[in-house]
């Protein structure tokens, strides 16, 4: 069974940084993509950044030039460095992982950008 453990989530000023740990455990191969997906009061879950098993990586248009993806294949972990953080980037945020037979999600951990 695999299990993502997301840490790193918190209450930052707009304008600030936060960065986002998610570590995958248990058996999943080598081919996998790995993103973060949040979710705000009342909305729907939206993609934020995904990472492929090569490296190639894809951004939603509101955090582009913003939000960093990277992972670290050795420790099962897939990371996002937050800058600028505007108020409206506050959501809880969701790790997943994906497999071409099966996917993930993690917990979830709560991103709060406010004055």
């Known amino acids: 069974q695999v299990q993502l453990v997301e840490s790193g989530g918190g209450l930052v000023q707009p304008g600030g940084s936060l960065r986002l740990s998610c570590a995958a455990s248990g058996s999943i191969g080598s081919i996998y993509a790995m993103g973060w997906y949040r979710q705000a009061p009342g909305k729907q879950r939206e993609l934020v950044a995904v990472i492929s098993s090569s490296g190639s990586t894809n951004y939603a248009d509101s955090v582009k030039g913003r939000f960093t993806i990277s992972r670290d294949n050795a420790k099962k972990t897939v990371y996002l460095q937050m800058n600028s953080l505007k108020p409206e980037d506050t959501a809880v945020y969701y790790c997943?992982?994906?497999?071409?037979?099966?996917?993930?999600w993690g917990q979830g951990t709560q991103v709060t950008v406010s004055s």
């Open positions: 997943n992982l994906a497999t071409p037979l099966k996917g993930w």
